[in-house]
């Protein structure tokens, strides 16, 4: 139901778009400011010797680092490998963190005895585990993604469980009503009802799995954005180094974006 | 005389919780018959949703038996529509799509029943709204959709616990002006809780009054209503309504404070 606008805008409303739009515009000069500080900044203390460009590296060099990956290619099999570990970590994390929480949900009894153990995996920090990842995975990507997953999964189930809990009790009842079945509950109303829930583990699980990625990257792998990284800084080479935390730094906002713009699809019911 | 289609028979019920037990309904006894309006009032907490509960078949009763259209009660049957306090309409789901989840459930959805749902939605203004989704509604649009929902399943018997409770009192008065007309075009037979003395007075043949926790019958009143228009409105004209009012207030034995 759309309300009919006016068609005459009344000078207070266009004074008060005018200060908006200075406002938007003002906001966005001050972010376009801050870079080209941070980029001139750092390349004329870098020339000037206030800072040392061997550890430190500078724009230009990095600049000129990219260029090289880009023209000899293997810039993009090093973003594959690593976007390709971090999507395999955040859905099966995602997807297997759900369809444990439907378990959990569907027995009260599971859900009571595997609480402490919830609580203890939890809390305990992912990365401790990384070594007994190899060990039993193997010097490769299966440790990696191992890796991912288990920085995600637990949250994931959590979080997701708590959200079909909170589905409010009265829309269960309606649907007990109409002689619903459990699987029916579970179909009709906890799923549906839980999608936001769901989505923003996803979200939360992207940047879990970014850092689950490269920490297995650090530990094993041969390629890699994590893998430069690593490999940058023992051959003392901080222009790879920086260049490649740069390009991380892009590539998880995109995909960051990507998610939260399946979430704005998702919700459109909303409004 | 017409006959009965939901007979209660002496239930009782107690509730047990890893905290204790509470006795919610000691006795209650009551026979409603075919298109009758039964009204129930009685104190907060008294066991009023309880005892829907029971004759709905969601809860089985510690004693006594309810039996409706000549067959004891065991789990819900498709013989009786159940509308909570609020309207409950999924926002994930279109209009269309809410009314017919209790199809759904049951595997029901044809064109037969389809095309009934879609008169029930022309009969009552929100055909022209069936893709809307339930946040774009009015508070009373979305309470007739709610019962459009349960009339889907075309029940004979409604059970309402508090159905206005959720809106303000001019929406109020308005909703439960319709949804009467509604109940009665529809030639149900229907049992009303509510907290609202005047609301049970205007819409009911008949009230039940219960006690205090756990509930008893306290008193059951006929309603006669000299007017002859009889929509909830109106009746608050009669000259009989403030005598009723007022018997059952007392009876009430409300303490403000
Ligand atoms: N599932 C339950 N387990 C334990 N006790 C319950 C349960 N449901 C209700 N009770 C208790 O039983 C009593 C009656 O509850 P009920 O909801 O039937 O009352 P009511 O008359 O509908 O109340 P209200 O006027 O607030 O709607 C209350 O004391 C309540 O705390
Ligand atoms: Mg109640």
Known sequence: MSVKRDTVISPERQSYLKQMKKRRQNIALGRILILIGIIVGWEAAADLGIIDPFITSQPSKILTTIVDLHNDGQLYNHIWATVAETMVGFIVGTALGTLMAIGLWWSDYACKILDPYLVVLNSLPKPALGPILIVWLGNGKPAIIAMALLISLIVTIITVLNGFLEVDKNKIKLLQTFGAVKGQILTKVILPASVPTIISALKINVGLSWVGVIMGEFLVSKEGLGYLIIYGSQVFELDLVMSSVIILAIVAAIMYQAVSYLETRFMQYKD | ?257
């Open chain 2, 1 to 257: 005389m017409s006959q009965i289609m939901v007979h209660v028979d002496r239930i009782g019920l107690t509730y047990q919780t890893a905290e204790g037990e509470t006795d919610a309904i000691r006795d209650i006894s009551m026979d409603i018959y075919e298109k009758d309006f039964v009204g129930i009032v009685g104190p907060s907490g008294c066991g009023k949703s309880t005892l829907l509960s029971i004759i709905a078949g969601l809860i089985k009763p510690t004693r006594g038996i309810v039996i409706v259209d000549g067959q004891p009660v065991d789990g819900p049957s498709n013989k009786i529509g159940y509308m909570l306090q609020e309207d409950y309409l999924f926002e994930w789901r279109s209009i269309w799509q809410n009314v017919l989840l209790g199809l759904e459930i049951q595997n029901k959805v044809n064109e037969s029943t389809k095309s009934h749902v879609e008169q029930l939605l022309k009969n009552y203004g929100l055909y022209d709204f069936r893709h809307h989704y339930p946040h774009q509604l009015s508070g009373g649009m979305r309470q007739r959709a709610a019962l459009i929902r349960t009339l889907a399943l075309n029940p004979e018997i409604l059970l309402l616990d508090e159905p206005f409770s959720a809106l303000d009192y001019q929406t109020r008065l308005a909703v439960s002006e319709e949804v009467a007309a509604i109940i009665k075009q529809e030639g149900k037979t229907a049992v009303l809780v509510t907290h609202d003395i005047s609301e049970a007075i205007s819409m009911s043949d008949r009230i039940y009054v219960l006690s205090q926790r756990p509930a008893i019958v306290k008193n059951i009143y006929d309603i006669q209503l000299s007017c002859q228009d009889k929509t909830p409105l109106n009746a608050r004209k009669c000259p009989e309504f403030r005598e009723y009012f007022n018997s059952i207030w007392k009876e009430l034995d409300i303490h403000v404070g």
